[in-house]
């Protein structure tokens, strides 16, 4: 095409030149367009290779290099899903007002068959930092008005009474006069009780609200006692069935009740489960100056009264009128926790 379009002006200028341009005698030489090669023919614009988009092949849009899905911001590690302010945990439940049991509970003594029934109230150092816990008790015997109780653990040691003739010539082996006794009624009791708890006791003949065993019950079967294990020694079964075995609190083996005294509470050797020995409120009968005690293999001995690292158990009437249960199943590890009745004001 570009040669007929030059043919065609070659043509059209020598008709020019021909046709009177005379001036210009050289003939056509005149026009000296660099041969203009028809301007040149616009060398149609290249048709502006449309501009080859740079073959951006539709790179499919980089699909927005899809707002790089604005990582999610780790799916803002969704808010912890407010962990439900887990659950405010979900204010524990007000502890279900701890099993709430009838306020009258029909103790029993002890049952070869059911055991023992537990109770909890009284507190009293028990740690060997001394922090206080409640008591434990268990109930031996229920009789008419009033629960027979000892503490379960030995809570802690101290003399019978300091003097071995008083206690012999004068009191007559009476544990109602000795040292010991008026401890557990005064200093004890104010330490274990509140004034309120002390109005559930009833006194034990001339011993107070507050005494020991004596030697009769820790003979007596029918309340779970009796002597134990006579032959070989099983450190274990010892454990499992103690028989009149008892075992001091952390406070007891580390203290004892009198601050000038360095002995603490005796404990047995391994064979014998590392238990202690504990009082029994009554006479030695071969030896006036001794009490009646709890010995390594549960049997019944007796030693002076004045000795310092003997246990103490102590043993309690509760009126069966005056206290409710506010919780517990009575057993071992659910122990009923007892609080005084409120009594009608007359």
Same mark, same amino acid.
């Given at each position: 095409?570009?040669?007929?379009?030059?043919?065609?002006?070659?043509?059209?200028?020598?008709?020019?030149?021909?046709? &009177?341009?005379?001036?210009?005698?050289?003939?056509?030489?005149?026009?000296?367009?660099?041969?203009?090669?028809?301007?040149?023919?616009?060398?149609?614009?290249?048709?502006?290779?449309?501009?080859?988009?740079?073959?951006?092949?539709?790179?499919?849009?980089?699909?927005?290099?899809?707002?790089?899905?604005?990582?999610?911001?780790?799916?803002?590690?969704?808010?912890?899903?407010?962990?439900?302010?887990?659950?405010?945990?979900?204010?524990?439940?007000?502890?279900?007002?701890?099993?709430?049991?009838?306020?009258?509970?029909?103790?029993?003594?002890?049952?070869?068959?059911?055991?023992?029934?537990?109770?909890?109230?009284?507190? /009293?150092?028990?740690?060997?930092?001394?922090?206080?816990?409640?008591?434990?008790?268990?109930?031996?015997?229920?009789?008419?008005?009033?629960?027979?109780?000892?503490?379960?653990?030995?809570?802690?040691?101290?003399?019978?009474?300091?003097?071995?003739?008083? /206690?012999?010539?004068?009191?007559?082996?009476?544990?109602?006069?000795?040292?010991?006794?008026?401890?557990?009624?005064?200093?004890?009791?104010?330490?274990?009780?509140?004034?309120?708890?002390?109005?559930?006791?009833?006194?034990?003949?001339?011993? &107070?609200?507050?005494?020991?065993?004596?030697?009769?019950?820790?003979?007596?079967?029918?309340?779970?006692?009796?002597?134990?294990?006579?032959?070989?020694?099983?450190?274990?079964?010892?454990?499992?069935?103690?028989?009149?075995?008892?075992?001091?609190?952390?406070?007891?083996?580390?203290?004892?009740?009198?601050?000038?005294?360095?002995?603490?509470?005796?404990?047995?050797?391994?064979?014998?489960?590392?238990?202690?020995?504990?009082?029994?409120?009554?006479?030695?009968?071969?030896?006036?100056?001794?009490?009646?005690?709890?010995?390594? &293999?549960?049997?019944?001995?007796?030693?002076?009264?004045?000795?310092?690292?003997?246990?103490?158990?102590?043993?309690?009437?509760?009126?069966?009128?005056?206290?409710?249960?506010?919780?517990?199943?009575?057993?071992?590890?659910?122990?009923?926790?007892?609080?005084?009745?409120?009594?009608?004001?007359?």
């Amino acid at each position: 095409m570009r040669k007929t379009l030059a043919g065609i002006l070659a043509l059209m200028l020598l008709l020019l030149s021909t046709a &009177g341009l005379a001036e210009n005698p050289a003939g056509f030489v005149w026009i000296e367009y660099p041969a203009q090669t028809a301007a040149p023919l616009a060398t149609p614009e290249p048709e502006a290779l449309p501009e080859p988009e740079p073959e951006t092949q539709d790179l499919p849009e980089p699909e927005e290099a899809p707002e790089p899905e604005e990582a999610e911001t780790p799916e803002e590690s969704p808010e912890p899903e407010e962990t439900e302010a887990p659950a405010e945990s979900p204010e524990p439940e007000a502890p279900a007002e701890p099993e709430a049991v009838p306020e009258s509970v029909a103790l029993r003594g002890y049952s070869a068959e059911a055991g023992y029934v537990y109770l909890q109230f009284g507190q /009293y150092p028990q740690t060997a930092a001394g922090d206080l816990r409640p008591i434990l008790w268990r109930v031996l015997r229920v009789d008419g008005e009033k629960a027979y109780l000892c503490s379960e653990y030995i809570l802690f040691a101290r003399p019978m009474h300091p003097s071995l003739k008083e /206690y012999r010539d004068v009191f007559k082996g009476d544990f109602g006069q000795t040292e010991l006794c008026h401890y557990l009624n005064t200093t004890f009791a104010e330490t274990a009780f509140s004034e309120a708890e002390r109005s559930m006791l009833l006194p034990c003949e001339n011993f &107070g609200t507050v005494f020991l065993l004596e030697a009769s019950d820790l003979l007596d079967k029918s309340i779970g006692m009796g002597e134990t294990h006579k032959g070989k020694i099983n450190s274990s079964l010892i454990v499992q069935e103690p028989g009149l075995r008892a075992w001091g609190t952390e406070w007891a083996i580390e203290n004892n009740g009198v601050t000038k005294q360095k002995e603490k509470l005796y404990v047995f050797q391994k064979k014998y489960g590392r238990c202690s020995p504990y009082w029994v409120r009554t006479q030695s009968s071969s030896d006036g100056r001794h009490a009646r005690c709890v010995k390594d &293999g549960g049997q019944l001995g007796h030693i002076e009264v004045a000795r310092e690292n003997e246990g103490v158990r102590p043993a309690l009437y509760l009126a069966l009128d005056r206290f409710t249960a506010a919780s517990g199943s009575g057993s071992f590890e659910n122990p009923y926790v007892i609080t005084p009745k409120e009594m009608e004001t007359p």
